[in-house]
């Protein structure tokens, strides 16, 4: 079982940005693809962007030229730089891991607040 802790969430005003840490570890085997979704209360879950072990990213509409996703040199830590930060980007954002062996795994969330 992988598990994951985030990190990075905050409180920010309009144009502004943040960054977002996601740790993985727990797991003997290769993590291949990483992610973030969001949530907004009222709202569907959102797919944000994706990362595979290749790097091939992916990105939403909504977010594309302002979001980008990275992961660290180990493999195991996934990043989301969010720039010009929006109020519609406002949410709880979650991280997610896909090990090459067993279910996906899911960080606790961490909030994102945008507002002046």
């Known amino acids: 079982q992988v598990q994951l802790v985030e990190s990075g969430g905050g409180l920010v005003q309009p144009g502004e940005s943040l960054r977002l840490s996601c740790a993985a570890s727990?797991?003997?085997?290769?993590?291949?693809?990483m992610g973030w979704y969001r949530r907004t209360p009222g709202k569907e879950r959102e797919l944000v962007a994706t990362?595979?072990?290749?790097?091939?990213?992916n990105y939403a509409d909504s977010v594309k030229g302002r979001f980008t996703i990275s992961r660290g040199t180990d493999k195991n830590t996934v990043y989301l730089q969010m720039n010009s930060l929006k109020p519609e980007d406002t949410a709880v954002y979650y991280c997610?891991?896909?090990?090459?062996?067993?279910?996906?795994?899911w960080g606790q969330g961490t909030q994102v607040t945008v507002s002046s």
């Open positions: 997610y891991a896909d090990p090459m062996y067993g279910m996906r795994s």
């Open positions: 727990g797991s003997r085997f290769v993590i291949n693809a």
């Open positions: 990362i595979t072990k290749a790097g091939n990213t």
